[in-house]
């Protein structure tokens, strides 16, 4: 439990950092799609010792919960950046 909370409160507080380092807006709704993919793939494939089953849970899992809606993206990324010009 306090690794995934770890997980979790770690990515949020290196946003900073990681949205001047990367060539996109790692917050934007089509990036957070892609890691919720790649990470449900990468439970699935590893939590499991039938791999097979796992990715098909996986496959499952990302066709019958749709990504939830991201509320106040643009306006949470505009905050940031304006906060950070005045440090």
Do not use: C, W
Not at 54 to 74: D, Y
């Amino acid at each position: 439990v306090y690794s995934i909370s770890g997980a979790n409160v770690f990515y949020f507080l290196s946003y900073p950092m990681m949205g001047m380092a990367l060539p996109y807006e790692p917050l934007s709704p089509k990036a957070l799609k892609m890691r919720r993919e790649i990470a449900v793939q990468f439970l699935g494939s590893a939590l499991f010792m039938d791999r097979a089953a796992g990715v098909k849970l996986a496959n499952r899992i990302l066709r019958e919960m749709p990504m939830p809606r991201v509320k106040n993206v643009q306006a949470r990324i505009e905050n940031f950046h304006a906060r950070r010009k005045t440090l």
